[in-house]
């Protein structure tokens, strides 16, 4: 089951050649009962201002988001390897890709609040991942990296140990 909603506002006022265009579009996919909701706005302000040789300038004022929202799943994993510039392992890699989309989305829903006791879960399942990687430091500035990465204090983590 699929639908796809979209709407589009214009305003248009003659006298100054303002228009104002609002797009707004919700998608909803479903499988079984499993249900996604996506929703894009976007806005553009166009104002064209006419010269008496009646050639016209075009002004675009486009905004898409503002300064609250959190950062993307690929800001947080970009991140996380402009800290750790290393290469890992890819039996270590993939999992380690994983667990931080899981806990990028779980870190960015509103109602989130830090947990010790899923930070103690945490660093209980990040040891026993990493209880076979060649080096301690490197597993540690991993953690550093991989905490980092999501804005939290891996300080903090480690104290729930």
């Known amino acids: 089951m699929a639908a796809v909603t979209s709407s589009f506002s214009f305003s248009t006022l003659t006298q100054s050649s303002e228009r104002k265009l609002t797009l707004s579009s919700t998608r909803f996919l479903a499988s079984n009962s499993d ?14 201002v006419r010269a008496s040789n009646s ?3 075009m002004v ?14 690929s800001e947080t994993k970009l991140n996380f390897l402009k800290a750790y510039k290393r290469p890992i392992p890819s039996i270590y890699n993939t999992v380690l890709q994983e667990l ?11 109602s989130y609040r830090y947990d010790p006791v899923f930070a103690l879960g945490f660093v209980t399942v990040y040891e026993q991942l990493m209880e076979g990687y060649p ?5 540690d500035a991993i953690f550093q990296a991989y905490i980092n990465a999501l804005k939290e204090d ?3 983590y480690r104290l729930e140990e």
Do not use: N
Not at 38 to 44: E, I, N, Q
Not at 100 to 110: E, F, P, T
């Open 100 to 110: 931080i989309v899981q806990q990028h989305l779980m870190r960015y829903k509103r």
């Open 35 to 48: 249900a996604f909701r996506f929703r894009l706005s976007f806005s553009c302000h166009y104002v064209g």
């Open 55 to 57: 050639a016209s300038k």
């Open 154 to 156: 891996p300080e903090q």
């Open 60 to 73: 675009v004022r486009c905004s898409t988001s503002s300064a609250t929202d959190p950062p993307t799943v």
């Open 135 to 139: 080096s301690d430091e490197d597993r």
